[in-house]
C-alpha cells in the first residue's frame, strides 16, 4: 500500500510560519494528486489545498493569501508553507495521496492519508 509520513508541525506564535513535508510512497500504477486537510476539535476535516495532476492549485477559503502549496524536486514530496498563523489555525494537518488510474481518468481509484502532523499557533 502506499504509504504518507507528514512531518514539520509545531507551536508558533501567531504570525509565526511553519513549513509542512509530506512524503508519500508511490507506486507505478499509481497517479497522484496530493493534498493537505486540516481538522480542529470538534470540526470537520477541510482542505488546506490541493495540487492537481495538471499542476493547478487549488486552495481552501483559510489557506489564501496566507498558505502555499508546492512539489519538491522529487514528484512524491509536497510542501506547505504557512505564513502569518493565526490561532484558528490550530489544527491536525493531513496530507492525502490520491491515486487516479490515468491523466484523464475523473475519480481516483484509491486514497491514502497520512497520521497527522499538529499545529498549535498561540495569541
Known amino acids: 500500500a502506499q504509504v504518507v509520513v507528514e512531518s514539520g508541525g509545531g507551536s508558533v506564535q501567531a504570525g509565526g510560519s511553519l513549513r509542512l513535508t509530506c512524503t508519500a510512497t508511490i507506486y507505478p500504477d499509481c497517479t497522484p494528486v496530493m493534498s493537505w486537510f486540516r481538522q480542529a476539535p470538534g470540526k470537520e476535516r477541510e482542505l488546506v489545498s490541493e495540487l492537481g495532476r495538471d499542476g493547478r492549485v487549488t486552495l481552501g477559503e483559510s489557506a489564501k493569501g496566507r498558505f502555499t502549496i508546492s512539489q519538491g524536486n522529487a514528484k512524491n514530496v509536497l510542501y506547505l508553507q504557512m505564513n502569518s498563523l493565526k490561532p484558528e489555525d490550530t489544527a491536525m494537518y493531513y496530507c492525502?495521496?490520491?491515486?487516479?488510474?490515468?491523466?484523464?481518468?475523473?475519480?481516483?481509484?484509491?486514497?491514502?492519508w497520512g497520521q497527522g502532523t499538529q499545529v498549535t499557533v498561540s495569541s
Open positions: 492525502k495521496l490520491d491515486c487516479y488510474a490515468s491523466e484523464t481518468s475523473g475519480f481516483p481509484v484509491e486514497y491514502y
